[in-house]
């Protein structure tokens, strides 16, 4: 069997096609697995970290508003891309027997040019709202899947939309305090508070982190904090870190990316994060206490939706953007880290959103479009 993965531009789509990569692999162990993205995205960085193939299309995002003329040239490639010879060359050397994309702008070449050949095609939406390039495919591909039981209302109940939860790596799964604690020499009575803005960084979540340090610094010297700025602002933050002398605490730790992302968030007390789906699904699986940011400048805000639903059922604290600064972060936190139950019960209740049951429904999603593939031969 050969499966292309497509998706990419953030962690937030890479992630996915990894895990259903590492589903295949389980299931299939003798299968070929390559993955297509675009030049400067994070798959250029995630995907070879894991020993798979990555070929490359031409395709850029839609800049908001949808009508400006910075979306000149994502037009142009959107129509141009899924023939060009590169995408067709790409589909030719690989042979594909599924194409499975997980949104982005970089999965619509390929996907859009698999469909044209009647080769099996899925592509899968992990947030409440679809994004541009799934409403774009919706017409082509064979199977839409998708996390929320909302977001079928978005594809009118079709039949080839089926709901099958997030996927998501192996360890998030099978990694649990204790172990993840031993990796890093941590005792397990020490409090550990992890932050991170995304993939790509968010510059007020960062502000707000490095805040949040130098007051643990005075108020909780007992709590390590660490935090990931993104790629693209590491340079900047680290600056601003060693401006405030935070390198001088042992406990206040500076990184660009976490790697290691299930063993960090299985170690951790408390997460402070943006509120995308994946994450979100990351958060349940290891049943993490959590506060959330949303990030504003998201598709139809559905961050906000989506923490907004974990707040009101205690599964989650929510902390709006422009609400972080002068200290609002630091009281959050030292709220919930004076106040045990609040965050044993934001623990519990987030559990509840755990779903252990998506590999087997990809897996078998899977299966079931490659054997109408070969019924149809």
């Not at 206490?289 to 990030?295: C, T």
Request: proline fraction near 5%.
């Amino acid at each position: 069997m050969r499966v292309l993965l497509t998706g990419g531009g953030t962690a937030g789509h890479i992630n996915p096609a990894l895990a259903i990569a590492d589903l295949i692999r389980r299931n299939a162990p003798g299968t070929e697995i390559a993955f297509v993205g675009v030049r400067g995205g994070r798959e250029e960085d995630l995907v070879p970290r894991e020993g798979y193939p990555l070929y490359f299309v031409e395709s850029v995002g839609f800049a908001r508003p949808l009508f400006s003329l910075k979306n000149l040239r994502a037009l142009r490639l959107a129509i141009q891309s899924p023939h060009q010879a590169k995408t067709q060359r790409i589909l030719d050397q690989f042979r594909p027997d599924i194409v499975i994309g997980t949104g982005g702008y970089a999965c619509w070449p390929i996907m859009k040019a698999a469909s044209e050949r009647g080769i099996p095609t899925a592509v899968h939406e992990s947030n409440a709202k679809p994004g541009l390039t799934v409403k774009r495919l919706r017409k082509y591909v064979d199977r839409i899947w998708y996390n929320f039981e909302s977001t079928g209302k978005e594809f009118g109940n079709s039949e080839k939309a089926i709901r099958v939860g997030n996927p998501l790596r192996e360890n998030f799964e099978s990694i649990d305090r204790r172990r993840a604690r031993e990796k890093y020499g941590i005792h397990s009575d020490q409090i550990v508070v992890l932050s991170f803005g995304g993939s790509l960084g968010a510059d007020a979540l960062n502000e707000a982190a490095l805040e949040l340090m130098k007051d643990c610094v005075t108020m909780h010297p007992e709590v390590l904090s660490w935090h990931a700025t993104g790629k693209r602002n590491y340079d900047a933050v680290r600056q601003n870190f060693e401006d405030l002398e935070l390198y001088r605490s042992p406990n206040c730790c500076l990184f660009d990316y976490f790697y290691d992302m299930p063993f960090r968030m299985a170690a951790a007390d408390l997460v402070i994060c943006r509120a995308g789906a994946m994450t979100l699904s990351e958060l349940a699986a290891l049943g993490k206490a959590a506060i959330l940011v949303p990030s504003p400048n998201v598709a139809n805000d559905h961050q906000t939706a989506n923490a907004k639903a974990l707040a009101e059922r205690n599964a989650a604290v929510l902390i709006p953007e422009r609400e972080l600064q002068n200290g609002q972060l630091t009281a959050a936190v030292t709220d919930l880290l004076t106040t045990p139950r609040r965050i044993y019960e934001l623990k519990r209740n987030i559990q509840k959103y755990a779903d252990h049951d998506v590999g087997k429904r990809i897996w078998r999603e899977i299966t079931d479009l490659l054997s109408r593939k070969r019924k149809t031969k």
